[in-house]
C-alpha cells in the first residue's frame, strides 16, 4: 500500500490532536483513585508512603471513620488520591465506618509490604491471601533489603517468594528508608511506579497516581516508555516527508500527560514547537539517522509508509523518537520552559538513540 494523499502538516496535526488530548488529560484528573498500603508492624508502610508521595502520612488530616488502625487520608490537596494505611491482619472492613468504609470498597491497587529483614510469617502469607481475594491489583514489596547482605540476596528473594506464594512478577524488592550508610536515596521506587502504572489501566488513574508522586522524573518515565512502546506499534514513522499521524497523535498525547504530571498547562504553541525543534530535518541527529535507515529499509518519500513502518526499522524509529520526545518534554518543564530549541534537540538526540541502543541489544 502506497499513499498518494499528501501529507498534512505537523501544524494541521498538532491542532487535530491537541484538545482531544487536553480533554484526556482533564477527565483523567477529575476521577478519585484509592491505593492501600498494608502489612505487619513496622515493614515500612510509612516510610513507602513518604519515598513515593514525600508525604508524612501520620501528619495528614485522615478522613471521617478512619480509626487509629485503619487510617484513610488524601495525598493531594484536590483530595482525588486517597490513601489507606493499615495492617492486613483481620477485616478491616470491620474497623472503619463511613468514608472510610466506601474508600476499601472502591479499592484500585493494593501495595503489600513485607520486612525481609526476618523473612514472611505465616500471618503475612494468610493475610495477603486475603487481599489478593479482593481480586485487585496487588503489589508485594519486599522491603529493607538493605538489610540482606548483597550476595544473599537472590535467595533470600526467590524463597520468600514461594513461602508467601506469590509470582516474581507480582513483587518488587524495596527499601523506602535505607540506612544512610547504605544509600542515600530509597531503592526499588521506580520499579513500583512502573508496576503501579503498568496496572492502573482503568480510564487514564495512572496519570492521576503520577501526578502525585514526589519524584515527577521518576514519575513520567513509565510514561514515556509506554507511549514509545505505543507508537512503535502505530504503524507510521515520525520523519519528514512522512505521514506520521498515528504516531504525532501518541506523542501530543504524551506530552500533555507529562505536563499533567508537573502540575502545568500547556499551550498548543509550546507542542508545537517541541515536536518542530526535535522532529525538524536538518539536524545532523536521530531525525537524520531515522531518515537514512528507513531509506536503506526501502522507504521513499511519499510512498512505502506502512511497508517500512511495519518492519523492525520503523518500530525503532517510531519508539525511540517518542522516547526522545518525552524526555526533551521532561527537561523542558524541569527547566520551566527556559531552553532553547538547540537545547531541546540535545536531549532529544541522546535519548532517541538510548532507546535506539536498547532497542539493538
Ligand atoms: N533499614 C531500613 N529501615 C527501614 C526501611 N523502611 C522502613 N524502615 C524503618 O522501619 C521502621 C518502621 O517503618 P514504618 O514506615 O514506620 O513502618 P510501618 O509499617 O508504618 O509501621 P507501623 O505503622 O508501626 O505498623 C522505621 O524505623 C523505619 O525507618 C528500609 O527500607 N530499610
Ligand atoms: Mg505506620
Redesign the pocket.
Known amino acids: 500500500m502506497s499513499s498518494d494523499l499528501p501529507v498534512p502538516s505537523l501544524a494541521t496535526q498538532v491542532t487535530t490532536r491537541w484538545e482531544l488530548a487536553a480533554t484526556e488529560v482533564h477527565d483523567a484528573l477529575q476521577q478519585t483513585l484509592s491505593v492501600a498500603f498494608l502489612?505487619?508492624?513496622?515493614?515500612?508502610?510509612?516510610?513507602?508512603i513518604r519515598a513515593i508521595f514525600g508525604v508524612d502520612f501520620g501528619q495528614v488530616d485522615p478522613i471521617p471513620g478512619s480509626t487509629e488502625h485503619v487510617r484513610v487520608a488524601a495525598v493531594d490537596p484536590e483530595r482525588r488520591l486517597l490513601v489507606v494505611?493499615a495492617?492486613g491482619f483481620g477485616d478491616l472492613r470491620a474497623e472503619v465506618q463511613a468514608r472510610a468504609e466506601e474508600v476499601l470498597d472502591h479499592l484500585d491497587l493494593a501495595i503489600y509490604?513485607v520486612n525481609c529483614d526476618g523473612g514472611a510469617t505465616i500471618d503475612e502469607r494468610r493475610d495477603l491471601d486475603k487481599i489478593r481475594a479482593l481480586n485487585r491489583p496487588t503489589l508485594v514489596c519486599l522491603?529493607?533489603?538493605?538489610?540482606i547482605r548483597p550476595n544473599q540476596r537472590e535467595d533470600f528473594v526467590r524463597s520468600t517468594l514461594v513461602q508467601l506464594g506469590v509470582p516474581a512478577d507480582m513483587a518488587v524488592v524495596?527499601?523506602?528508608?535505607?540506612?544512610p550508610q547504605l544509600s542515600e536515596e530509597p531503592i526499588g521506587v521506580d520499579k513500583v511506579l512502573a508496576w503501579i502504572h503498568e496496572h492502573l489501566t482503568e480510564g487514564g488513574k495512572a496519570l492521576l497516581f503520577a501526578k502525585n508522586v514526589r519524584n515527577k522524573v521518576a514519575a513520567c518515565e513509565p510514561i514515556i516508555q509506554s507511549a514509545a512502546k505505543k507508537a512503535a506499534v502505530a504503524g507510521a514513522i515520525p520523519i519528514p516527508g512522512a505521514d506520521a499521524t498515528a504516531v504525532t497523535a501518541v506523542q501530543v498525547k504524551l506530552i500533555s500527560d507529562l505536563a499533567a504530571v508537573f502540575g502545568r498547562r500547556i499551550d498548543k504553541e509550546i507542542v508545537l514547537f517541541i515536536l518542530g525543534e526535535v522532529l525538524a530535518g536538518g539536524s545532523k541527529g536521530f531525525v537524520r539517522w531515522a531518515l537514512e535507515a528507513a531509506k536503506a529499509a526501502g522507504w521513499l518519500p511519499g510512498g512505502q509508509i506502512v511497508t517500512v513502518a511495519v518492519s523492525g526499522i520503523g518500530a525503532v524509529i517510531s519508539g525511540a523518537t517518542t522516547y526522545g520526545v518525552g524526555r526533551a518534554t521532561v527537561t523542558f518543564l524541569q527547566r520551566d520552559g527556559k531552553m532553547t530549541g538547540a537545547e531541546l534537540r540535545d536531549v532529544f538526540d541522546a535519548s532517541a538513540f538510548e532507546y535506539r541502543q536498547q532497542a539493538d541489544g
Open positions: 502489612g505487619s508492624a513496622s515493614s515500612g508502610k510509612d516510610a513507602a494505611n495492617p509490604v522491603n529493607k533489603i538493605d538489610l524495596t527499601a523506602f528508608d535505607p540506612l
